[in-house]
């Protein structure tokens, strides 16, 4: 540290667990990220729809990333650390040894991860009891929470995985444990993924009606019975053991966790806007949706009261902003999505390596080859006759439907780059379509949305974000910094460190406007008339399988 004044800086750790990689970052009390450091994590797919990975490779990249952004800074100014990850279910034995979650017996492979979808049945099931705590995820739980996969485990690894068994820890707080040696769970995600609620509790009716009474007999000591809200100090802070693993000082404070989307949310949705003339100026956080675009998409809705929208996960009390009520929408593929259409199509190798030969990425390449073929018209406008149904892993919200299938209208025998061009053009149109239908459905049940906060690997792309701007005919407002799930997990951190009274002031000081995006609002009868084809293309997917199913 060179200057005065960023000898006198108070810093704090944000530890952030992805789909397939970890992430660390050193960030300033102002929300500047000063290091960031990432590390590859293996996923292993013994069979489709099994996703798996292994909780000690995810620790031992925990600990690479933290010591390379903590490298060469006085420990001193470190003053907390924070973790998010994605909502994976981790399985420990009664020594918090890893356990398998697969027929293979590969007790390192001891993490189903979140996009798992083989516990199908067993959610169809417990869908079917129609007991209340279903009222708090959209009316209908996701194969991807935690009920339905700890069901498949008692159903399919009963004598290997369920009875010796001595923890199931959802991703974040096994992290939380890792570094200070209890095992309290985060509000966030037993309220989000386990059916928590904030002011009853656990349900034993619930456990015991779905098949999973042996929860219920040790007062929920596997699943968890100390619950803390996000940011709150977890213990006595790191343990020695944890300390030296991760590069820090022991006793620093460590958070109570979150899932990584609402991490995002925490990093974005709370800035300071004044002066950039949006709508939500001057008017209250609930006006502001954050969208967290990565491997999947993630829509943050806050309330002041409870609000119930089919297909939308919560209202959860207090599991992202302390205080106020959290729907969550959401699509299980998107950046997965654009990977699959534009890896998968045959002119990617002209594609790679025309890429590589100007030097840009894949993607930035693309958007201009668009500006190439688009002539006089507006980009969008070249999907007139291209129409692509996103969910080519089933629908999260707002029709939480597993079953729907992608669906592509307007192919030709043409294979080109243009042809590539266009397709990965009318897969992102599809991604904001889909985010436009969770929008309105937030706003039918009693949101009032105005403009999104983007953050996540797609906020960078450009045309990602202008499509989304055009199409739900909202502004989008990046932030200054744009690893924001990583400010997210760190404001976590400053939180727990006592250095700011509550969330919402650490939101404020930390969460930083970058650039604003503004919708093309003289596009908005063309996208109108895509959004009539989008809705037109699931109706008749339906009828097909009506026909079909009538054989």
């Not at 017996?105 to 279903?134: C, F, K, P």
């Amino acid at each position: 540290m060179h200057s005065k004044k960023q000898a006198s800086l108070k810093y704090y750790v944000g530890i952030d667990v992805g789909s397939a990689s970890v992430r660390a970052a050193l960030v300033d009390e102002f929300g500047t990220v000063v290091a960031h450091a990432d590390q590859p994590i293996q996923i292993w797919e013994p069979q489709p729809d099994h996703y798996e990975q292994s909780s000690a490779d995810i620790w031992a990249a925990c600990c690479l990333v933290t010591k390379k952004v903590v490298c060469g800074v006085d420990a001193s100014r470190i003053r907390g650390v924070g973790f998010d990850a994605t909502c994976s279910l981790v399985v420990v034995d009664k020594q918090f040894q890893p356990l398998a979650v697969n027929y293979e017996g590969q007790n390192y492979r001891n993490v189903i991860m979140w996009m798992d979808h083989r516990a199908v049945s067993q959610v169809e099931r417990i869908n079917a009891t129609q007991h209340r705590v279903l009222s708090y995820v959209g009316g209908v739980m996701s194969v991807e929470m935690q009920p339905p996969k700890l069901l498949w485990i008692k159903e399919n690894l009963q004598e290997s995985c369920w009875e010796k068994a001595g923890y199931f820890f959802d991703l974040p707080d096994f992290l939380s444990w890792k570094a200070t040696g209890i095992t309290a769970r985060s509000l966030c995600t037993v309220v989000c993924k386990w059916t928590y609620t904030s002011d009853g509790g656990w349900d034993d009716g619930f456990w015991k009606m779905i098949g999973l009474e042996d929860l219920v007999k040790d007062k929920y000591e596997k699943i968890g019975n100390h619950v803390l809200s996000p940011g709150e100090s977890v213990g006595k802070g790191l343990t020695p053991e944890a300390a030296k693993d991760l590069g820090l000082p022991a006793g620093i404070a460590v958070a109570a966790s979150l899932i990584d989307a609402h991490a995002g949310g925490l990093g974005v949705i709370g800035a300071d806007v004044k002066g950039y003339n949006l709508p939500c100026e001057n008017e209250p956080i609930t006006s502001r949706v954050a969208m967290i675009c990565g491997t999947s998409s993630c829509h943050m809705g806050v309330s002041e009261t409870p609000i119930f929208v089919p297909g939308v996960w919560g209202p959860y009390f207090s599991a992202m902003v302390p205080g106020l009520w959290l729907n969550e929408g959401g699509q299980s593929a998107t950046g997965k999505l654009i990977d699959h259409v534009v890896r998968g199509h045959v002119a990617f190798p002209e594609l790679q390596s025309k890429a590589a030969a100007s030097a840009h990425s894949i993607y930035t390449y693309l958007n201009s080859h668009l500006d190439l073929i688009k002539k006089s018209l507006p980009v969008g406008f070249l999907t007139v006759d291209l129409h692509v149904w996103p969910d080519f892993h089933g629908n999260r919200s707002p029709l939480t439907d597993l079953t729907l299938k992608g669906m592509v209208v307007g192919l030709t025998l043409s294979r080109g780059l243009d042809e590539l061009a266009l397709i990965y053009l009318a897969t992102i149109q599809a991604i904001a379509l889909g985010t436009r239908h969770i929008l309105e459905t937030m706003q039918a049940a009693g949101h009032h949305i105005n403009t999104l906060f983007l953050c996540g690997g797609l906020s960078k792309n450009p045309l990602f974000v202008q499509m989304h701007a055009d199409i739900t005919g909202k502004p989008v407002v990046l932030s200054k910094e744009v690893e924001s799930v990583l400010v997210g997990a760190a404001i976590l951190g400053a939180c727990a460190s006592g250095d700011f009274v509550s969330i919402q002031e650490a939101m404020a000081k930390m969460g930083k406007v970058g650039r604003v995006v503004q919708p093309n609002h003289e596009h908005k009868r063309f996208y109108d008339k895509k959004y009539e084809v989008f809705l037109k293309l699931v109706e008749h997917q339906r009828e097909y399988r009506s026909i079909m199913n009538s054989f």
